[in-house]
C-alpha cells in the first residue's frame, strides 16, 4: 500500500501538470486574441462557449467525473481566456497612445482601476492625490498645481469632494476631455453644468463594478448624456475595445434607477446583517446552521459589510432619488409583517407571485438586451 506521503506526492506533481496545461491554455489564448483582432472578429464567442461547456459535461460523464465540477473548472478557464484577449486587445489598439490624463484621486481603489486601465491602452498617467504617490506614475499632491494641458482628466474624488473638483476645473477650462466616475450624479450637477457652461468637453461615467474587476464582459459602464455628444463618443471609445455594455443615460435617469439598483440592494443587506447583530443570537449558534438561501443571503451581506460605510452612507443620503427605494423597502416589510401578523396567506402568495413574475419579465428584458 502506497504511503499517505507518496500519494500526496503523486497529487503535488499533477497539480503542477495542471498549472502548466493552464499556463498553455492561456498563451494559446493570447495567440487567439491576435487572430480575432487581425480578422476583425469579436472577443466572446457565446455559441463556441457553449460547445466547450457540453462537451466538458460529456467528457467528465465518460470519465466518472462531476459534469458540474468540469463545467465549473472550463468556466474559470474560460473567464481566465477571456480576461487576457480582452486586456490584450486593449493593449493592443492603444487609444492612448502620445496621450496624456490626469487622475485626480488616483490612489483610490477606483481611481487606481482607472489610471491603470488609461495606462493599458498607452496614456501617460499623472495622479494627483494628496494621500500620496502611486507606483508607475508621475505624481503631484495638490490637482491644483497641474498645467490641465493632459488630452483628459478624471474625477476619481470621494463625491463630496468631487463637486468642487469640477467647479474648479470649470473656472479653469482645460482643454482635454473631463468625466467623472462618480456612484451618484445629482450631487455633481453643479459642477457638470459649470463645466458645460465653460465651453469644456464634458460627461459622467459610471462603473457599474468594483475595482477588482479584470474582466469587463457582462459587466455595464454608464455615461451620462450632458448635451455634448462628442464628448460622450470619446469616453465611449475608451472602453470600446472592452467586452462592456456602454450604456448612455440621462442624469436624473440614472440616480432614480440607480436609488434601486445600488440604494435598494445596500440597504436590504444592511437590515439583513442588522437584524442578525441585534437578534441576540450569538454569531457561533447560527454558524452551526445552514440553508442554501441563508448562505447565499449572507455571502452577500458578508461583502456589504466589508465595503466602505462612508461611501454607502454618501450613496444613500446625497442622491435626490433615494428615499423613493428606503420608502418601497420600508413599505415591502411592513407589508409582510402584516400578512404574518394577521394570518393572511392569500396576501403573502400575492407578494410571492408578483414578486416572480416581475422577476421573470427582467430576466426576459435582460435576456433580449433591453
Do not use: C
Not at 491576435?34 to 472578429?41: C, F, I, N, S
Not at 462531476?66 to 477571456?82: N, T, V
Amino acid at each position: 500500500m502506497d504511503s499517505l506521503e507518496d500519494l500526496r506526492a503523486r497529487l503535488d506533481v499533477l497539480d503542477r501538470h495542471l498549472l502548466e496545461l493552464v499556463a498553455e491554455r492561456q498563451s494559446l489564448s493570447t495567440r487567439i486574441a491576435e487572430v480575432k483582432r487581425a480578422t476583425g472578429q469579436s472577443t466572446r464567442d457565446f455559441r463556441r462557449e457553449r460547445e466547450v461547456l457540453l462537451r466538458a459535461r460529456r467528457d467528465a460523464e465518460a470519465l466518472g467525473i462531476s459534469p458540474s465540477l468540469a463545467e465549473s473548472i472550463l468556466r474559470s478557464l474560460i473567464r481566465g481566456s477571456l480576461t487576457t484577449q480582452e486586456q490584450a486587445r486593449v493593449a493592443a489598439q492603444g487609444r492612448g497612445s502620445g496621450r496624456s490624463a490626469l487622475v485626480i484621486g488616483g490612489r483610490g481603489k477606483m481611481g487606481r482601476w482607472m489610471a491603470d486601465f488609461l495606462a493599458s491602452q498607452g496614456f501617460r498617467i499623472t495622479v494627483a492625490d494628496p494621500a500620496g504617490e502611486v507606483p508607475g506614475y508621475d505624481w503631484v499632491a495638490d490637482w491644483t498645481a497641474a498645467d490641465l494641458s493632459q488630452d483628459l482628466v478624471v474625477v476619481a474624488t470621494p463625491l463630496k469632494a468631487a463637486n468642487e473638483v469640477l467647479l474648479a476645473l470649470a473656472a479653469r477650462r482645460p482643454r482635454g476631455l473631463v468625466f467623472d466616475i462618480g456612484s451618484l450624479k445629482t450631487p455633481l450637477r453643479q459642477g457638470l453644468d459649470a463645466l458645460r457652461a465653460a465651453g469644456v468637453r464634458v460627461t459622467s461615467v459610471h462603473p457599474m463594478f468594483g475595482p477588482d474587476t479584470e474582466l469587463l464582459s457582462g459587466r455595464h459602464l454608464i455615461f451620462i448624456d450632458l448635451g455634448d455628444e462628442g464628448a460622450i463618443e470619446e469616453a465611449r471609445g475608451l472602453f470600446s475595445s472592452t467586452m462592456a455594455d456602454l450604456v448612455a443615460m440621462g442624469l436624473d435617469e440614472h440616480d432614480r434607477l440607480i436609488a434601486f439598483v445600488l440604494g435598494l440592494s445596500h440597504a436590504l443587506n444592511i437590515a439583513f446583517f442588522t437584524a442578525l447583530a441585534e437578534s441576540g443570537e450569538a454569531a457561533p449558534r447560527l454558524a452551526r446552521m445552514s440553508s442554501t438561501t441563508f448562505d447565499a443571503q449572507l455571502e452577500v451581506a458578508s461583502r456589504v459589510a466589508a465595503e466602505n460605510p462612508d461611501l454607502y452612507y454618501e450613496i444613500q443620503s446625497l442622491n435626490e432619488y433615494g428615499e423613493e427605494s428606503l420608502n418601497a423597502l420600508r413599505q415591502a416589510v411592513e407589508r409582510l409583517y402584516r400578512t404574518v401578523h394577521e394570518h393572511d396567506p392569500d396576501g403573502f402568495v400575492d407578494m410571492m407571485r408578483r414578486g416572480h413574475e416581475y422577476l421573470q419579465a427582467r430576466n426576459a428584458a435582460r435576456g433580449q438586451g433591453a
